[in-house]
């Protein structure tokens, strides 16, 4: 009856043969040690000839192009939430530029005072105070027609208490307390409006849209590394034969880690290519189409607020960090699973 080969001696058989195909198996009398050379001498036929490439990971597989297709998805709705945060920012500190340069003078109409006068006499108040670039005072059809989205049109404004403006154009070195001062001394029936409140409101919004798009942002980064963590035990089960023979003949888990980042590394980059290339192509429709002059109000109120939702240069720089980005998530991941894998294996 023939005895079975121990698990030592099964180990020594596989590296034998593994060595053979690499080389001429050579064994030393007496000792169990085995040594291997190289044969291309021996084997004319060979020399010359590259063996192919015989990855861990399959390079095509139905699951590797549904996690491509995955990845892509992701980069997409991540450089859209990037382009919407860029926008978001840049609309918000144009406006707050806009805002910030000019300020309002409203002086209220009061019974046994002549309004022309005292608004004469405000908008040279203004002029006088230093940083004050211009002080425009707002004819009565002006300040009626700022009212016509509410009351609309044809309305008698002179029944109303209507307050005359006068729009203050402003550089950074002016003092607004002290001309808001001077128009409460001389003009009483005048105030000022620095639009303070209206400043606070809209860094306020900016923020909580730029802290919403980033958490969006956070959101898409951990479902793909989510993604990968699965694809990644799923190809480690799938080759589990082949990460066993490679640990018989030597084979370190550094190793094994590597390949299966190299490989994750080139489908996130292509994925998160194709991905933020859809973005790219999204935002130059957008901007061709909402650029161009439309016949209705509300274009021209969605261009006016948005500009176009024309997306700079800082929205095309971040797209392009975002795809390296996922990227990196990506082979970061799948190192980090394969090392944690093959310590749960061992």
Not at 32 to 50: A, F
Not at 144 to 163: K, M, N
Not at 253 to 278: P, S, T, V
Request: proline share 4%.
């Amino acid at each position: 009856m023939t005895e079975r080969a121990g698990p030592s001696e099964r180990i020594r058989t596989l590296r034998r043969r593994r060595y053979a195909r690499l080389g001429r198996v050579a064994r030393t009398p007496g000792d169990d040690t085995v040594q291997w050379e190289d044969v291309s001498s021996v084997t004319p036929e060979l020399d010359g000839q590259k063996r192919a490439a015989n990855p861990i990971v399959p390079p095509r597989s139905v699951a590797r192009r549904a996690l491509l297709m995955l990845v892509a998805i992701m980069s997409f709705l991540a450089c859209l939430c990037i382009a919407g945060v860029t926008i978001i920012n840049d609309r918000a500190h144009g406006w707050e530029r806009q805002i910030a340069e000019e300020v309002t003078i409203q002086v209220k109409p009061v019974d046994g005072t002549d309004t022309d006068q005292a608004v004469t006499r405000a908008a040279e108040i203004a002029m006088q105070t230093p940083g004050v670039q211009s002080a425009n005072p707002l004819s009565k059809a002006a300040g009626s027609a700022l009212l016509e989205p509410w009351l609309g049109r044809g309305f008698d404004a002179s029944d109303l208490p209507i307050p005359r403006l006068i729009a203050v154009k402003v550089s950074n070195s002016v003092d607004l307390s002290a001309l808001a001062g001077r128009l409460r001394d001389t003009v009483p029936s005048a105030s000022l409006d620095d639009h303070g409140q209206w400043l606070q409101r809209l860094s306020s919004m900016a923020r909580v849209m730029i802290t919403a798009g980033g958490f969006i942002m956070g959101l898409v980064l951990a479902a793909t590394a989510l993604s990968v963590i699965f694809a990644t035990r799923g190809a480690m089960a799938g080759n589990k034969q082949v990460i066993e023979v490679l640990h018989l003949v030597g084979a370190e888990d550094g190793y094994i880690a590597g390949q299966f980042q190299h490989h994750f590394l080139m489908l996130g980059l292509k994925g998160a290519a194709l991905g933020g290339l859809a973005a790219v192509l999204l935002f130059a429709i957008l901007g061709y189409f909402t650029g161009s002059e439309g016949i209705t109000p509300e274009d021209a109120q969605l261009r006016s607020v948005f500009g176009g939702l024309h997306v700079g240069f800082t929205g095309y720089v971040g797209t392009i960090l975002t795809i390296l980005v996922i990227a990196c998530i990506i082979a970061v991941t799948a190192r980090a699973t394969v090392r944690r894998t093959l310590r749960e294996l061992n």
